[in-house]
């Protein structure tokens, strides 16, 4: 089992800046990525920003040059810099762990979700 515990979300004004935290602990072995999501009540869950073992990044249309992925491996922590925040950006973040083990094949795991909300 793998842990993911989200932290940094808030309330921010436009054009203001937040900083995502995801650390991750258990069976963190295997890892294939993380990623970030976000969700907005009636909406589906989409994508934000992923990044991957080798640390290769890519990002949604819709936040490009203003998010960064990043990663401390050393502390099993994702983050995501979020800035240049639009209203649009309101929703709940979630972190997501994709995990391959030759014992229990393709794994998945979400954290619990932290809210950003973008207004003045």
């Known amino acids: 089992q793998v842990q993911l515990v989200e932290s940094g979300g808030g309330l921010v004004q436009p054009g203001g800046s937040l900083r995502l935290s995801c650390a991750a602990s258990?069976?963190?072995?295997?890892?294939?990525?993380m990623a970030w999501y976000r969700q907005v009540p009636g909406k589906q869950r989409e994508l934000v920003a992923d990044i991957t073992s080798g640390g290769s990044t890519d990002y949604a249309d819709s936040v490009k040059d203003r998010f960064t992925i990043s990663r401390d491996n050393a502390k099993n922590t994702v983050y995501l810099q979020m800035n240049s925040l639009k209203p649009e950006d309101t929703a709940f973040y979630y972190c997501?762990?994709?995990?391959?083990?030759?014992?229990?094949?393709?794994?998945?795991?979400w954290g619990q979700g932290t809210h950003v909300t973008v207004s003045s």
């Open positions: 258990g069976n963190i072995f295997g890892i294939l990525g």
């Open positions: 997501n762990l994709k995990q391959y083990l030759a014992t229990l094949g393709h794994r998945e795991y």
